[in-house]
T-cell receptor, first 115, second 113 residues
């Protein structure tokens, strides 16, 4: 059974700090790893990673994938109160040439940024 | 471009009843997926539709079903509701082809009493 584990489950830091969120996975026929941010309702897409070692960056957020160690991290630098949210990691799997399976999500990291 | 639209936003039903939830994908997106989110289990995959065909299904009982129309809009139906079906039901759409991320709607909050 596919598994995605995120750590820590919750994190409280002060504004301006840098945080690193972790995601490890065990899936058959890995295709991609995705990060989402969920504040109130809809998870909003942050990054999709398919290749090892290539950092994806968007403003203060960045993410990298290690397909050998089955691991990804999401970094947020100079955190702001607006970064407070649940950050979800998900993995897409599926056989070559076939349709993708549904995303398998981790339980999320609840990040709280204190002013 | 409008995002994924789900209706209704909130729904209260009684055990044993059935419910239908609706989803309009982002314009041009042909794949629609449904997920259930609960505090205990997190986000779990229900099913995915592409070109009116169910392409994949998660590990949920047959009481959960769905369909997709020719305009890519999708509906999800839950029959014989149980208390444990109370959850946020999220619909997501993606463009056809590989390496296309899912974009989620705001969800329908279903409460079963």
């Amino acid at each position: 059974e596919d598994k995605v584990v995120q750590s820590p489950l919750s994190l409280v830091v002060h504004e301006g700090d840098t945080v690193t969120l972790n995601c490890s996975y065990e899936v058959t026929n890995f295709r991609s790893l995705l990060w989402y941010k969920q504040e109130k309702k809809a998870p909003t897409f942050l990054f999709m990673l398919t290749s090892s070692g290539i950092e994806k960056k968007s403003g203060r957020l960045s993410s990298i994938l290690d397909k050998k160690e089955l691991f990804s991290i999401l970094n947020i630098t100079a955190t702001q109160t607006g970064d407070s949210a649940v950050y979800l990691c998900a993995v897409e799997a599926g056989p070559l040439g076939g349709g993708a399976d549904g995303l398998t999500f981790g339980k999320g990291t609840h990040l709280i940024i204190q002013p | 471009k409008a995002g994924v639209t789900q209706t209704p936003r909130y729904l209260i039903k009684t055990r044993g009843q059935q419910v239908t939830l609706s989803c309009s994908p982002i314009s041009g997106h042909r794949s629609v997926s449904w997920y259930q989110q609960t505090p205990g289990q997190g986000l779990q995959f229900l099913f995915e539709y592409f070109s009116e065909t169910q392409r994949n299904k998660g590990n949920f009982p047959g009481r959960f079903s769905g369909r997709q129309f020719s305009n890519s809009r999708s509906e999800m139906n839950v029959s014989t509701l149980e208390l444990g079906d109370s959850a946020l039901y999220l619909c997501a759409s993606s463009a056809a082809g590989g390496n296309s991320p899912l974009h989620f709607g705001n969800g329908t909050r279903l409460t079963v009493t």
